[in-house]
């Protein structure tokens, strides 16, 4: 009986997948995802946590991919987890939030970021979330200071300083458009719009 050369090839790539351990099968999944291929990146990171289940950044990531298409429950459950198994890693709680955020529930938005304001003080990930909860207060005039501390203070992660840059852009313009100055308040509605521009940028942050 002959052998297809298809089921030769998956099998040779089962065998090099079964030689990787988790860091490597991570990076991995990093360059898929930076390239748009999200089902190998999905596959490396389920294989990578088969393999170092209690590995908090393969959770991260794997939610993060859930959340590139479109998955959110998967998303929140899995980033839930991220934050569970590595409760100092901060962007993980920062998305936590956006993603709750995202869907209009901002209280449990606030109940994901707290841990930013016990353990992680002036960050720019808890000046991030402190402008966001500003803004769906209706209180631009205090959240654009946060937003820009949090630029400031954001030098290493490039893609949570595009999400701030993407957040106080839209903001700016639309308050201008819209004839509002930062003194005054603005619509929950402008906020939610400003933030789907954000989501659809699709920002994923390292720690």
């Known amino acids: 009986m002959s052998v297809k050369s298809s089921d030769v090839l998956i099998q040779l790539a089962t065998s090099v997948d079964e030689l990787l351990d988790s860091d490597e099968l991570l990076n991995l999944a990093v360059i898929d995802s930076q390239g748009g291929n999200h089902d190998a990146a999905i596959a490396k990171l389920k294989r990578g946590i088969?393999?170092?289940?209690?590995?908090?950044?393969?959770?991260?990531?794997?939610?993060?991919?859930?959340?590139?298409?479109?998955?959110i429950d998967r998303a929140i459950e899995g980033m839930s987890k991220a934050v569970q198994l590595a409760p100092t890693f901060w962007t993980a709680h920062l998305q936590l939030g956006l993603m709750h955020y995202s869907r209009g529930n901002v209280e449990a938005a606030r109940v994901a970021w707290e841990p930013l304001d016990i353990e992680a003080p002036d960050t720019s990930q808890q000046l991030f979330k402190a402008g966001l909860l500003k803004l769906a207060e209706s209180d631009p005039a205090s959240a654009l200071p946060l937003l820009r501390r949090a630029r400031r203070q954001e030098t290493e992660n490039a893609a949570l300083a595009q999400d701030i840059d993407r957040i106080l852009i839209n903001v700016e313009q639309k308050l201008k458009k819209a004839g509002v100055s930062t003194d005054s308040g603005t619509s929950e509605h402008l906020f939610a719009s400003t933030y789907s521009d954000v989501v659809r940028g699709g920002g994923r942050n390292d720690s």
């Open 50 to 71: 088969a393999v170092a289940p209690q590995d908090g950044r393969l959770h991260f990531m794997l939610a993060a991919e859930h959340a590139q298409i479109g998955l």
